[in-house]
């Protein structure tokens, strides 16, 4: 029966579709007609003359000569602004430098903090990769810009860490700006810490994702508003599932010098079910047991870390940057990370001399890192107490101290050049220093106009009271 109503229905459409092909003729001849009319249309309707006003020769220059454009970058507002005054670095820079004085100046600013730039090995390494690749490599690592000592590098970074793999990118600040987007797209969630660094506001604001801030090292208010979004996924758990959550902090923040509260972070982390990744910049190299920043400092295993990045621009004296993490996670880098997609690859040369400082640190790592240690106690110590009139932020062990005034002026370019002022006469005094540079309107958090000090394994007790009393007289001279 089925069988016999198929073959009819069949037979009836059969027999529909010649009729309504007819009766749908007439309707394609005249959209065919319109559609012909309107090409003989336009190919032979007469051109309106332009209404554009023709200027003559002479109109011309002098519209030309009166125009003027507007700069690309608007001109300091003041005489005396810090881009109108650079200093210039004379030779090479290490813990003494010269700034066209003639007079070589004890550097406090450099944050090279153990000097494995001024290592003859390190230079050896980068002047033999030089002589075997030359200067640059010339192009992106996804085309022709890998060599071997790229693939050297990496597998070394990973195995230093105790990862499965190493990414690596040619400038510090693209390598935290890229990784962040890489994976937090829109609609995720990031939850930083309100004093995160510059490169990594960048990356937040690449991801499009909602930026939530919490206080500076606030472990209550993090959870806080982790228990609020809990709320808020309840009542929408379609939304709840789709959406990401990561959290990025720093190991030893840049603005402030202070060590991030990490065992507790991990247990938010493991509570609230949050991707963990963490800037070690300036703890690469200088925390830990065995030199591996402030993971190996806590004892936390690496697979409560999603990802660590840094750059190689801090402890190991070069340039470029690096993201370690599992296989899964670090290889998606190598198809989504701007940086690293479409940036020239890092300098072979730069590269082999990470290299060489890899061999270093897990050679004499562990007692270069108790001297930078030693010495960073002791110049906290000596800033500490300084005249009452400036108030030193960081941690005792962290090489990256501020010195902020303590009572403020009201107005954040006064309090900025009374810094700058003071980093001037200290120079008088033999002592290299530097005002913490931001870009005030980008900054999502400004922190307060600061003297930045770094501390470096190589100072002596006598260049440690050296800087305390330049440092004392050219407050005393600045500030009445």
Excluded at 57 to 68: M, N, R, S
Aim: hydrophobic share 40%; aromatic share 8%.
């Amino acid at each position: 029966m089925p069988t016999i109503i198929t073959s009819l229905t069949r037979g009836l459409n059969s027999q529909r579709r010649p009729r309504e092909q007819e009766e749908a003729g007439p309707y394609h001849l005249a959209l065919e007609g319109v559609l012909i009319l309107c090409i003989i249309w336009l190919f032979t309707a007469k051109k309106k003359p332009s209404k554009l006003i023709r200027l003559t020769k002479k109109e011309e220059e002098d519209l030309i000569a009166e125009w003027i454009p507007e700069p690309l970058v608007p001109n300091p507002p003041e005489a005396d602004h810090p881009s109108l005054n650079t200093r210039t670095v004379y030779g090479k820079v290490g813990r003494y430098i010269d700034l066209g004085t003639g007079e070589k100046v004890l550097n406090l600013g450099t944050h090279s903090y153990l000097n494995l730039g001024e290592r003859p090995e390190v230079e050896e390494a980068a002047l033999q990769c030089l002589h075997k690749y030359g200067v640059g490599s010339c192009g992106p690592r996804g085309f022709y810009g890998t060599t071997q000592v790229h693939l050297e590098l990496e597998d070394r970074l990973a195995a230093f860490f105790n990862c499965e793999m190493a990414v690596l990118y040619s400038y510090g600040f693209s390598t935290i700006a890229s990784a962040i987007p890489a994976y937090s797209k829109s609609g995720d969630i990031i939850y930083a810490d309100e004093m995160v660094s510059f490169p990594i506001q960048r990356g937040l604001q690449a991801s499009r994702s909602r930026i939530v801030f919490f206080r500076h090292n606030d472990v209550e208010h993090l959870e806080e508003l982790l228990k609020e979004q809990v709320i808020l996924d309840k009542k929408d758990p379609k939304k709840a599932n789709a959406t990401r959550k990561f959290m990025v902090v720093e190991s030893i923040y840049m603005n402030t010098g202070k060590m991030c509260p990490l065992p507790e972070l991990v247990k938010l982390r493991q509570k609230y079910k949050i991707r963990l990744f963490i800037d070690e910049s300036i703890t690469f190299g200088t925390l830990g047991e065995n030199c591996r920043g402030i993971t190996d400092y806590f004892n936390i295993p690496m697979k409560e870390v999603d990802m660590i990045m840094a750059t190689l621009e801090t402890t190991a004296a070069s340039t470029g940057g690096f993201c370690v993490g599992t296989k899964f996670v670090i290889d998606h880098q190598r198809l989504s990370g701007l940086g690293y997609c479409f940036s020239a690859s890092l300098p072979p040369m730069l590269a082999a001399s990470v290299v060489k400082v890899i061999d270093i640190l897990e050679t004499e790592g562990p007692a270069l890192m108790q001297e930078l240690h030693d010495k960073c106690r002791q110049l906290h110590v000596a800033l500490s107490t300084l005249p009452d009139k400036v108030e030193l932020c960081g941690d005792d062990i962290s090489p990256v101290k501020h010195l902020r005034l303590k009572v403020s002026t009201g107005v954040r370019d006064e309090d900025e050049a009374l810094l700058r002022n003071i980093v001037e006469k200290a120079e008088k005094y033999g002592i290299a220093l530097t005002v913490a540079a931001y870009l005030w309107d980008q900054e999502a958090n400004p922190p307060p106009p600061s003297i930045r000090v770094t501390a470096n394994k190589d100072l002596t007790k006598e260049e440690i009271s050296k800087a305390f009393k330049a440092l004392q007289q050219a407050i005393d001279d600045v500030i009445e």
